[in-house]
């Protein structure tokens, strides 16, 4: 990667995390490998393949890993409000993580001719957020008063997602599921072959041990993963070789809102993180696995691979 300055290079180290800072959470969470012919068709609106290829389903993190951010009693949080599942697995062979939000509303509210892209926050929606190389710190936000140094524009462009990578996912309305990534490199970085996602709606449908009949939205796809993301050029961008054991960063968000446009009741995130949004050391630890071998498949259960990280 070149860069035209020494100062961008300063600004970068002040993003950087100092000894001892990390990410949020316990023990990394296991994320499986989909093997070369097992990888999900991400439009296909069902998780039945990604069951298929590990020859059982269990999630990542569902709503008791998660905080809402917004707490005051006038909101009116309710527990049959919303339920969610995100699952994640990786293919070494396509280099790219994988993730599949299903979530449970009871009210789905969905804009109708609107641009999504501009209207994120003023309905129900998601965030994906990842730091392929581990590296935490500071990536977006960088003309804040809280940031500790000047930085210009070009050097905010250049500095915004470099280091870790932040996505809006929208689900399904009356057009499809949609993925836009908060930088400049938007139109590259959030299409094929670098991202891509697809969806579904059921309506009336329960989540498991509930028997409240609420719409359910999947949003599934794939991003690559970045070790450097230079906005304005993929052969100069990096992206992070993902391998069995390698620790990589995540965090979600889901925002429910009910009542109208802009009245978001529900704002979680993975341990109730605040500005995940510019600081990565906020993000949750997964583990890459190796595959399961089809043959090793009830030896390889979820509850034995879980049981291995504890």
């Known amino acids: 990667m070149k860069l035209s300055s020494l100062g961008i290079w300063f600004c970068v180290l002040l993003a950087l995390p100092r000894p001892g800072s990390g990410h949020v959470g316990g023990e990394p969470v296991p994320v499986l490998e989909f093997a070369p012919d097992q990888v999900p068709d ?17 999630p990542a993190y569902t709503k008791s890993d998660a905080r809402p951010l917004n707490t005051a009693a006038d909101f009116g949080l309710h527990p049959l409000d919303l339920e969610f599942n995100w699952y994640f697995g990786w293919s070494a062979a396509a280099n790219r993580l994988y993730f ?4 449970f509303d009871d009210i789905y509210l969905r804009p109708e001719g609107l641009d999504i892209e501009s209207h994120a926050f003023f309905y129900d929606s998601l965030e994906l957020m990842v730091d392929g190389d581990h590296s935490g710190g500071w990536y977006s936000g960088f003309t804040a008063r809280s940031y500790p140094g000047e930085v210009s524009p070009a050097e905010d462009s250049l500095m915004t997602n470099l280091q870790a990578q932040h996505y809006s996912l929208f689900p399904p309305w009356p057009r499809p599921a949609g993925i836009a990534a908060y930088s400049h490199g938007a139109g590259w970085v959030d299409r094929p072959p670098y991202a891509e996602v697809g969806g579904g709606v059921v309506p009336g449908a329960a989540a498991a041990g509930s028997l409240a009949k609420r719409t359910q939205y999947l949003v599934e796809g794939y991003v690559t993963v970045w070790d450097s993301l230079v906005w304005h050029s993929p052969d100069e961008s990096r992206p992070s070789q993902l391998a069995p054991g390698r620790i990589v960063g995540v965090q979600i968000s889901v ?14 995130t993975l341990a109730g993180a605040q500005n995940a949004w510019r600081h990565a050391f906020q993000f949750v630890d997964v583990e890459l696995v190796a595959s399961p071998r089809p043959s090793a498949v009830q030896d390889d259960s979820w509850a034995r691979i879980k049981a291995s990280f504890k």
């Not at 991400?42 to 269990?58: I, M, N, P, Q, T």
């Not at 925002?255 to 979680?268: A, I, K, L, V």
């Open 42 to 58: 991400v439009h296909d609106g069902s998780l039945a393949d990604w069951e298929r290829a590990w020859g059982g389903l269990e």
């Open 100 to 103: 599949a939000a299903q979530v």
């Open 255 to 268: 925002s429910d809102c009910d009542t109208q446009p802009g009245n978001c009741h529900g704002y979680f």
